[in-house]
């Protein structure tokens, strides 16, 4: 079964600076990463995802993860915090096609920017 | 072109009744999903479908019951609410073969139950 930790429920940096968000999974299969961006009463939007190959994957507005097998993780980052980026990141894993893409979710971690 | 569109976008309604929620997605998956987002917005799966076929269900009531017409519509009823059905919640779809993996969510449907 796979299951998802997403360390830290509220991060606060402040403008510019690094931003850093965990996410460590459990998973029996090679799992299939994502993370998904959620703005205020919307939707969930995807910023990143890994399947296979090379393990720093970019994704939109300047985040990127890099999936790390042996410590089982998929960290977020981006390099310089922007006001628009405040807002829930939800990390997810799936089994991918052998599972019929079951995704499963961390319970988030809310960005906060301080100008 | 909206790809995954659920409505209504918000819901109240009194305990008791029953209730529908309707989606549709336009993106030719065969893979439809119904998450919750409870209060503190952790999504839990409920259901999924693939090509009109249920193949996931959580350990949901049975007053949840979804309907599948074609595989681009996954509708959810609520049958007799409860407080406790007062949540987001979030319809997906996804493509099972090939690369593009991810999930596709709609916008979210908030009912409030009171």
């Known amino acids: ?115 | 072109d909206t790809a995954v569109s659920q409505t209504p976008k918000y819901l109240v309604t009194q305990m008791g009744n029953d209730k529908s929620i309707k989606c549709e997605q336009n993106l030719g998956h065969d893979t439809m999903y119904w998450y919750k987002q409870d209060s503190k917005k952790f999504l839990k799966i409920m259901f999924s479908y693939n090509n009109k076929e249920l193949i996931i269900n959580e350990t949901v009531p049975n007053r949840f019951s979804p309907k599948s017409p074609d595989k681009a519509h996954l509708n959810l009823h609520i049958n007799s609410l409860e407080l406790g059905d007062s949540a987001v919640y979030f319809c997906a779809s996804s493509q099972v073969t090939g690369m593009n993996t991810e999930a596709f969510f709609g916008q979210g449907t908030r009912l409030t139950v009171v």
């Open chain 1, 1 to 115: 079964a796979q299951s998802v930790t997403q360390l830290g429920s509220h991060v606060s940096v402040s403008e510019g600076a690094l931003v850093l968000l965990r996410c460590n999974y459990s998973s029996s299969v090679p799992p299939y990463l994502f993370w998904y961006v959620q703005y205020p009463n919307q939707g969930l939007q995807l910023l990143l995802k890994y399947t296979t190959g090379a393990t720093l994957v970019k994704g939109i507005n300047g985040f990127e993860a890099e999936f790390k097998k042996s410590e089982t993780s998929f960290h977020l980052t981006k390099p310089s915090a922007h006001m628009s980026d405040a807002a829930e990141y939800f990390c997810a894993v799936s089994e991918g096609p052998a599972g019929f893409n079951k995704f499963y979710f961390g319970s988030g971690t809310k960005l906060n920017v301080k100008p």
